[in-house]
């Protein structure tokens, strides 16, 4: 019987051909029955993977036989399932591209890679040693969430600085604007769903002049495996894909409200009018109507 499961990974390493890593990897997840998508870059590549646990395993060992990929972290999830064929249900088909930037900021030329990772990063803390900066540096240390402010509604850190971000590109404006510049003498740590956006963002806060930046290692994904609910994140973890969310345990909070009729919800909707390209926290009743939630 098929397992369903979803893998997420990245790594930052110099590729000299991403094209031939594109034909590669597309040849491999098609031959594998795998959906998902894939971004390639010069510095990298990125990406989300469905499918049944036999498969998933077959390409995390081609993956990792690839010397700059060898140990590159991936992590895993339930998925929601497979059809017939054991193609994964959480995701419409295969995509593998190859993009100037694996994740879009828009600043191609600030990032700097070698075969250790991202040069000019943050410090990077486990878990644990986040534990460990927020017990000795109290409530001087600031979280600073890395992912589009439509995530950061149905989950975050508690007290998290949450910027007003649509893209990933509204980042550079908004550190470039000056209007952070207050966090610059205090300890930041940045984080995001597994840690990509964080390793980009933590290196744009450093060449900015912030003097002590962190970045949770694994993202807010391996600290959920570590401490669940019973931490310092509260509510529900946005993923990219047909879940739309996840949950580390049985109790996590509901902190999304519907922008709707403001009931409590941890759901998150595409605009149901094809001409709307927008996205909101909605509660299954107010996102049966066509843009009463996104035109609120």
């Known amino acids: 019987m098929a397992t369903p499961k979803i893998i997420l990974f990245y790594a930052f390493t110099p590729?000299?051909?991403?094209?031939?890593?594109?034909?590669?990897?597309?040849?491999?997840?098609?031959?594998?029955?795998?959906?998902g998508r894939l971004l390639i870059?010069?510095?990298?590549?990125?990406?989300?993977?469905?499918?049944?646990?036999?498969?998933?395993?077959?390409?995390?060992?081609?993956?990792?036989?690839?010397?700059?990929?060898?140990?590159?972290?991936?992590?895993?999830?339930?998925?929601?399932?497979?059809?017939?064929?054991?193609?994964?249900?959480?995701?419409?088909?295969?995509?593998v591209k190859v993009r100037d930037e694996i994740v879009s900021f828009g600043a191609p030329d600030e990032l700097k890679v070698d075969e250790n990772g991202v040069v000019g990063g943050g410090t990077r803390l486990s878990p644990e040693e986040l534990h460990e900066l927020i017990d000795e540096r109290g409530d001087d240390v600031v979280f600073f969430d890395g992912r589009n402010s439509l995530e950061a509604q149905i989950g975050r850190f508690k007290n998290a600085v949450v910027p007003d971000t649509e893209t990933t590109r509204d980042f550079v404006r908004l550190l470039d604007s000056g209007m952070y510049d207050d966090l610059k003498g205090k300890p930041v740590v940045t984080y995001c769903t597994g840690g990509i956006r964080c390793e980009v963002l933590s290196s744009l806060m450093t060449a900015r002049g912030f003097g002590e930046v962190y970045q949770l290692e694994g993202g807010i994904v391996r600290y959920g495996e570590k401490y669940g609910d019973d931490g310092l994140w509260e509510g529900s973890l946005y993923v990219f894909d047909?879940?739309?969310?996840?949950?580390?345990?049985?109790?996590?909070?509901?902190?999304?409200?519907?922008?709707?009729?403001?009931?409590?919800?941890?759901?998150?909707?595409?605009?149901?009018?094809p001409s709307c390209q927008s996205q909101s926290v909605a509660c299954e009743t107010c996102d049966a109507v066509p843009c009463r939630v996104h035109a609120a």
Do not use: M
């Open 15 to 35: 590729l000299a051909d991403p094209e031939a890593i594109r034909l590669w990897q597309r040849e491999l997840g098609e031959s594998l029955g795998l959906r």
């Open 242 to 273: 047909k879940r739309r969310s996840t949950d580390f345990s049985d109790h996590a909070a509901v902190i999304g409200e519907c922008a709707g009729c403001g009931a409590s919800t941890n759901r998150t909707a595409n605009c149901p009018d």
């Open 41 to 95: 870059s010069s510095a990298g590549i990125n990406g989300t993977l469905g499918g049944d646990v036999i498969a998933l395993k077959k390409w995390v060992r081609r993956f990792r036989e690839y010397a700059p990929f060898k140990n590159t972290d991936i992590k895993w999830s339930e998925g929601t399932g497979v059809d017939a064929d054991g193609r994964s249900l959480d995701f419409p088909k295969l995509s």
